[in-house]
């Protein structure tokens, strides 16, 4: 059983629903990801200068448990790549960093709820979630085609505001945070279930409409 410790104790999760391929790096070659990363960066600003400075970092996993041992998981996999960002957010070009968790073998269905409960977990300290499954093909903000993902994979990365508030139209509250946000250093885990299973349990407080 892999667990992260918090301030209500230890975050229960998934046990050997990941299998580790390749430990973070900074090299999206090593990851085979360098044309995709290519791609994109005419879609992000940030990226080309996060990748040339080494802020962008890479953590790849196998998809090996059944489907809500691997939600739990991914889950815990972003937990330690949030908690690897903070420190650094405050620091110069800290509004570069970036780190990716990405699943092989994992579709839409096992991000999801991680990246729902992530981005409200940590938005109010001012980083953002992203999430692009395998294959997903999407359309940015002009019309553009944005490249197609070679594989599942959560990004997080100190919120912009201004620009992040177009991705969190289906929650003002969560946008209105995000504005105004300040990490103290809390525990966001404060209040929270330690089970991955109530965890989610929990996060439906947080859907539209309740």
């Known amino acids: 059983m892999v667990t992260l410790a918090h301030g209500g104790g230890a975050l229960r999760t998934g046990a050997g629903a ?7 790096t900074t090299d999206p070659e090593t990851v085979n990801v360098t044309e995709y990363v290519a791609a994109v960066a005419a879609h992000c600003p940030w990226l080309a200068p996060s ?3 080494g802020s962008t970092g890479w953590t790849v996993y196998e998809a090996v448990g059944v489907a809500e041992c691997v939600e739990a998981g991914v889950f815990h996999a972003c937990v330690q790549a949030a908690e690897w960002v903070r420190p650094l957010a405050n620091r110069p070009h800290g509004a570069l960093v ?16 991680p ?12 980083l953002m979630f992203g999430k692009f499954a ?19 994979f959560l990004p997080v990365r100190v919120a912009v505001p201004a620009r992040d508030a ?3 139209r ?11 946000a300040v990490d103290d250093g809390r525990d966001v885990f404060e209040g929270v279930p330690c089970a991955w299973k109530e965890i989610k349990q929990w996060a439906h407080h947080l859907l539209p409409g309740r």
């Open 98 to 113: 970036c780190e990716n968790v990405v699943v092989l073998g994992a579709g839409q269905e096992a991000l999801d709820w």
């Open 51 to 53: 990748v040339e400075r």
């Open 18 to 24: 990941l299998r580790l391929v390749e430990s973070r």
């Open 115 to 126: 990246h729902w409960v992530l981005k409200h977990l940590y938005g109010p300290v001012g």
């Open 166 to 168: 177009r991705f969190l």
């Open 134 to 152: 395998a294959g997903e093909e999407r359309m940015d903000r002009y019309g553009r085609r944005i490249p197609v993902p070679p594989a599942s």
């Open 170 to 180: 289906r929650t003002p509250d969560l946008c209105a945070a995000m504005a105004v």
